[in-house]
């Protein structure tokens, strides 16, 4: 079997890279692990190794907040926002990157300004503004999915309709042309030309828009109420002190991030294999 | 990332980009994403300016549409102003300036190294894909508050670390003075370089084979595999990357307020927890949105730059 | 898709229900404020009894669906960010919950958005009246007796608490009275070697600090803002002792942990928990889960702090022997709520006698109900020491500009440690620092005025 020709590191240096990559991540994270089983109160007690295992915080944490609920509503609210936020993007991008039109410059423009507006202004006005809508219409947002999905949906926007108009800038229009020219709508050469070769740059606005809404507190501690509550700030009652008061929950908390960090992994690793992308050989060559 | 397109068949494109009305072109799908904005940026961020010019605390704050209207007292306080607290809103803009820059600068390199490392086929290979992502999905505020145990004086990991090879002392202060911002920096490294490897990689991904095949073919070493044929194609990618990793850096409002806790120390005090503490500690809404308009004013300057620089906006890159 | 419906299922195994629930909300979820014949209440959560605290919530329902025939719906905060984000949010929007459980120090920052009912001598009626709550916490319930807004709910009193190991060791028998003693005691404590000190300090928490020195201010004679609330009196002697005292236990008579100039109060109770400090102060009751589940379980004992200041021998004139601030929480009713009769009766419900047993119970804190907490301190000492404490406990200046106040002097003293801490501190720090701290204090003092 002949050589990769996509080697680009001499073999010393990729694997010494690798090596550290691997330590560089998984020594914290072994950390984050090692504390789970900590008893609370011993953490950043200065002893690294426990005095017992407390496997038990893997169990209590459920029950100290609604760690379940939290987390299938992050699921749910990551999960629509981020799809809907790269539908939205691919949409965008098609036209952007195909079409030539006036505004063109200022929509791009617009995109980059946008992701400069400190979201920590936006709190409160979001708050008055979106009480003001479901007092007006019957339409509720504080407290419900809506709210937050449709605020994290456009968090994501920017940088989802950024990465897809980079994406689809460079797959030549002649493959939809073709298509075209074989009778297909537009539609239809966007749908079976377009984005299956857009793949890879969809998979990754997927995962990033996700995350905007998996990671969000601000926004969603004013949000949601205890039935929308998102997992995000959940675990944060994990780290609460009350003034004169107990201890935090590190032990259990690192427990909780854990299993909060597990669902956007697998989430990757499914749809990473979309990630190998490229014109199918016998595509458009120069 | 593309296939070179013959001379021909991109004057022929740039021919049909005149802007005549080309058969249907599906203009609407611009507008989904403008609606969203409007009404959850726009609308509040207005709302905002106007708080700007009005002095709304927590004494006005029930009735703040019809709080006392101060013109541009607030403007001037945020320019001028630095107080017990915290510093002045353009202080707090420089910081953010080199949290963002440096940690830029950082993990670009070390972004495209990674995603270089993965991008061949062995056994295992999705599954380190994989880890490397687990930094970036990790809540960012475990990470802030998993590092702040790291750097704890005396009983922090790093700081063991650090003395058992006898670069530091045991008692290094990561968390006040002016470690603090490093401290910042590399946690924020550690968290975040995912971002730039995962858009890399998926650039590497879409390079076909046939490339760097014939590149061999012509006697290419790796280097010159990596800097002729791969990284050309990727430039508008990594150009974009870098532009939103700075960018997203200058939002981060969680990592220092969890890492830090309030008051931060000075050299932390990025623009995001500035203004948050100004609005929501110090109840001075009003100062908070000022802040807010002068540093976004101010930011929106070098994107406009950029962008034409890097012609990231137009259509085609290679 | 598929996948993630999967993955759905995987946690509905986990939560068992949750999932239930989820599908349930769909679109509905609650508006804020009360729909027809609910109440919304906002309290703060205890992160060491959950499940008590909200089992503890659902029979309150009952009883509030019994007696008002209202729905009762919580919903928690899990820190002070949190509580004040979220008045903030229904302060500005006229939308939130019904009822909020507000901490002492929140109190004035509420009365002073006018945006909660003034209680009359009839909603006091209709709330149970104030002849069964504890006295003195009524003198923070609101700016002037006539003019409160809010009903205690529980108390917190603050103490210290001290390793009886240590004291042993170092041949000390009680609590210290004065701070002079304190000193002395924390010294004979102290071994460095050991990594043990008698004391320990932490500045660079949001909250401590300007309780602790707000303490020794008032007991000096002095106080952070004039009476009539319209002067900050940061420069002046009484708080620049007080400054100077504290950060002494560092840099002059060396009872702390010299790391603990970066420590917030989680890491002091940690220090104190694994038995390296020997008097922890400005706690409350509410750390014993903390200590019981620790090294230092069945060593320590609980004590009022200190209320004479150092090398004094009485109280000054003008100052009070203040063991604690007036602290805990209380129970205000939203302007724009409109379910307020509800809420008034709600109140009725969550201050009456068994309840309030009830609630200590579950959670641990204090009742605000007289014989209630009378009753409990008969049985337990720890809380006989803490309501002895609050019984001569002091109000902190009743002014909103105090919130603003507070983080302008936690700024001060975590300034104030990371200088010590990084070695470049000089004794005239203080007085620059305090000087600066006056100025702001003095403009937040003026917005209040206007």
Redesign the interface.
Known sequence: MRRDARELLPPPVRIGATVGFVLVITLPIAFMLLLSVTPDAEVSSGRLIPSHWAFANYAKMWSTVNLGRGLANSLVISGVSSTIAVIFAVGAAYVLSRFNFRGRFPYLYSLIALQSVPHVMLLLPLFVLFSSIQTAIPFPLIGTYQGPVITYLTFALPLATWLMFSYLSSIPVELEEAALVDGATRFQALRKVVVPLALPGMVVALVFSFIVGWNDVLFASVLTSPETRTLAVELQTFSAAQAGGSLPLYGQMMGAAVVSALPVVILYMLFQRYLIGGLPAGGVKG | ??????PE?STA?RK????RA??????W??W??VV??L???A???L??VY?SFLSV???T??Q?VGAPWVGFDNYVAALAGS????ISALGSLGISVAFSVLTTLIITPVGI??A??V???FRGR?????????????????TA???R??F????G?INRFLAAIGLADV?T?W????KSFWAMTITET?AVWA?IY??V??G???????Q??V??LDGAT?WE??TRV?LP?LR??IA?AV??ST??H??N??LPF?MF???P?TPVTV??LN???T?????D?SL??AM?VI??LI??VP??F??RMLR??E???? | MKKRTLTRREFLAASGGALADVSALGLAGCGGGSGSGSLNILAGKSTSFPTEQEDWFKQLGKQLQEKAGSKLEWDFYDSAETEQQKLQTAMTSGTGPDVFILGSTFVPTAQATNGFRELSGADWKKAGGKSRIFERQLTMAGVSPDKLITVPFVMRPFGMVYNTDLFEKAGLSGPPKTWTEFVEYAKEMTDPSQNVYGAEMDPADSYDPWKILWTFTRQMGGDYVSKDLKTAQFTSEEVEAAVRFWFDWATKHRIVDPNSMTWEATDALTAFANGKVGMLIMITSNIDPTLQDSKVKGKYEYAPMPTISYRMEAIPAGGEPTPSIVSGDYLGVADYSDAQDAALQLINIMTDYQNQLDYFEAVGDLPCNTKAVEELARKNETVETFTESERNATPTPFTGAFGPIELVMGSVTSKLGSKIATNSFSPSDIEEQLKRANEEAQAQLDKAQR
């Open positions: 990332m593309s296939a070179q397109p013959a068949a494109r049909r980009r005149s802007g080309d058969g249907d072109r599906p203009m799908l611009l989904p994403r969203v904005v009404l959850i940026v609308v509040p961020f709302i905002a708080t605390d927590q004494y704050l029930r703040w107080n017990v607290l915290s190294l990674a270089l490392t991008n061949t086929d999705a599954l380190l894909r994989s880890l490397y992502l687990v930094p970036y999905v990790i809540p960012t505020f475990v508050l998993l590092w145990m790291m704890l004086p005396q009983t990991l008692n202060y968390l006040v003075g002016a550690w971002f995962i858009m990689l998926a590497l991904q879409s390079i076909p084979v046939e760097y095949e590149a061999e790796s595999k990596l791969v194609q508008g990618l974009l532009l939103l960018l997203f200058f939002n409002f969680t969890v806790g309030t008051p120390p623009l995001p203004i948050y503490l609005s929501f500690n110090l109840f809404f908070g949105s807010s540093t976004l930011m929106l994107g406009f950029y962008l990231l906006g259509v085609t890159s290679r």
